[in-house]
């Protein structure tokens, strides 16, 4: 008997050490990524043809110390590799780890190929050609810490590669993954299979293909073994026509109740070419149709739903899928009950919005991507979408509902905040803009679990799903955190959907989509509607402009004119649409695309109402220096007593929460501030009080 390794991903050693022991493995032991063993000739050979699970199958060669580059060439040199192959067979080397001497994986495999083919020489042989791309032998060296491992590849390449796939649609499975999966659901292969998800149909196939009992790697048309001395041709014809006698067997067997489901038309057809190729194409169904809208496929018997769900990598990926996670979730509740459900997704958090409890979980890994498959038995009984965690949440946003929608709705207003960070494990804000719903995520501390405050971000929108039934196009999510300089106007997609919403006798463009922002800071309507109560008659001035929400309630207001001045060409575009939607025309409202800092040092107009609310800090490029409005504020408000009428007003405002007024420098300059903040935070703002700061400015 020889010694051998069977790699495998991570996560699945244990299932291959029973499958290594049922085909004929013996001392078997359990390694990090693979399974040790030995077996004679008959068993690797059956093992490299049926095995489900392992990637490669190695033939262990020997083990060493080595201390120097001198020693790696020693112990590879020592080896009669003319033992294991001739050198008629190209060879070619692959060389993994380091330690202190040997920094560079290339130098090691250059290392330990020098000393093959020297020692072929000076036994007399020819020197074997080296092939790194088609070679025949592949002798693979593993270096950890001081520890050589040589070995020579049996099975030639990835044994989770059958065959049967050419085109594997989007984010296949791997081969070898599926199989792990399938037999970590507990199925029963007399017992129905269903993958709703099943994309180019790896799962169905894999299934199939042990239903039928055919050895995954019978197409396969040749092994590495097959180019070595000790191969033994009759032994393998004899193994590999057994295989077939098997696999021919289930020719004449009708259709098994396999069944394959999804969306796509198109991924379907590559899935039935894929089952044609692997020989199962008489065995399986697929169906076009939505995961969503599923039910049980072979009348009243039970089985088992396996499934790999769409999985997102980003953030911003994951909203569909936490509805579509649920919605598939209580699809499955409601009418598979006495079924069992699997389900491995690579975004393991995504599990949270299934809403079940799983009977057993086993975390894998899905190429370098830590995954995780969870089984559940099915009950009878709707899915309760809310947690008792998540319950206070629940209730809060009922009680705001309730209260806020009365309250805007008498107030004619459409765009609101419903929630803000009420409660500190749901540290969202959720703001209303008439059927929009947007739920925004308080970047967390650095100190919080990603993963937690990740799972009860899910929590929080399968309750608002749950509670409001609203359309999934209607919610976004977007992470707030703090922007600087340039940052302020990040895009975030370009898919330009506005829509209008009301406040008081104003209409405002919102674009929930595009950007971080939406178009109308909500903490300043009072502001705004203040705006437009002093405005008839003035000249007005709104300096940071944005999208001109506040010349429009000056403009409404009867302002003789306005000026809307902004370093941003995009949102002076979408103030003019703002202007335009409103009725509010002429040459007498102006629109500046300028630094406004730069702006004011040439400006030689002068206004009766200026309002500003700049930002807290800001370093864009497009400005001649940095500003900071505790720094600055008081220059800032300097150069506007410049432009200011002997009876204007100017209305200050900024977002910072440790903003301090300088009053006697205010006062140097010869002017007055008045905080009038309590007065200008509306009551869907009411339990932040320090979401702005407000100024009102006049001469002494």
Known sequence: MLPYFAACPKGLEYLLVQEIESLGGVEVKESLAGVRFKANLAEAYTICLWSRLASRIL???????????????????RVNWHSYFDASQSIAVEFSGTNNFINNTQFGALKAKDAIVDKFRDSGFERPNVDKQ???????????????????????????????RSNAGEAPLRENLAAALIMRSGWETRKPFFDPFCGSGTLVIEAALMAANIAPSLTRERF???????????????????????????????????RGRDMDSGVLNIARDNARRAGVEHLVSFEVGNALDIKPPFGNQKGFVVTNP?????????????????????????KFSGWNLSVFSSSIELLTAIRLAPDSKYKLYNGQLEAML??????????KSISKQTEPFANRLLKNNKTLSKWAKSEGITAYRLYDADLPDFNLAIDRYGDKWIVQEYAAPKYMDPSKTLKRLIEAFIAIDHLFDIDSEDLVYKVREVKKGEHQYEKLNEQKDKFVVQEYNAKFLINTSDYLDNG????????RRKLGE???????????????????????????????????????????????????????????????LAWLKECQQEFDLIFIDPPTFSNSKRMDSSFDVNRDHVELIKALKRILRPDGLIIFSNNSRTFKMNHRDIKGIGLHAEEVTQHTIPRDFKGNQKIHNCWEITRL
């Not at 089984?375 to 899915?383: C, M, Q, R, S, T």
Request: contains cysteine.
């Open 59 to 77: 033939l262990s060669v020997h083990t060493d110390e080595v201390h120097s580059t001198q020693d790696l060439y020693d112990v590879v040199y």
């Open 134 to 164: 088609n070679a025949n032998i592949r002798i693979e060296c593993r270096m950890v810490n001081n520890k050589l491992t040589l070995a020579i590849n049996f099975s030639g390449r990835s044994l989770q590669q059958r065959g049967y």
């Open 224 to 258: 590495a073994f097959e180019s070595l001395k000790a191969f033994k041709p009759e032994l393998w014809q004899e193994i590999k026509a057994d295989a077939q006698a098997k696999a021919d067997e289930s020719k004449g067997r009708k259709q098994l109740c396999i």
């Open 310 to 334: 769409p999985y997102g990598e980003r953030l911003g990926e994951l909203l569909p899928l936490i509805f579509t996670y649920h919605s598939f979730a209580k699809a499955v509740k409601a």
């Open 374 to 383: 969870a089984n559940y038995a099915i009950g009878d009984g709707a899915l």
């Open 520 to 527: 109308l800071f909500l903490d300043h309507r009072l502001t």
């Open 534 to 596: 002093l405005a008839e008659g003035m000249d007005f001035l709104n300096l940071f402009c944005y999208t001109g929400s506040a010349s429009v309630h000056a403009g409404l207001g009867g302002a003789k004119s306005t000026t809307s001045v902004d370093m941003s060409r995009t949102y002076l575009d979408w103030a003019k649409e703002n202007f335009k939607l409103n009725g509010l025309t002429g040459p007498q409202h102006h629109f500046i695309q300028m630094d406004c």
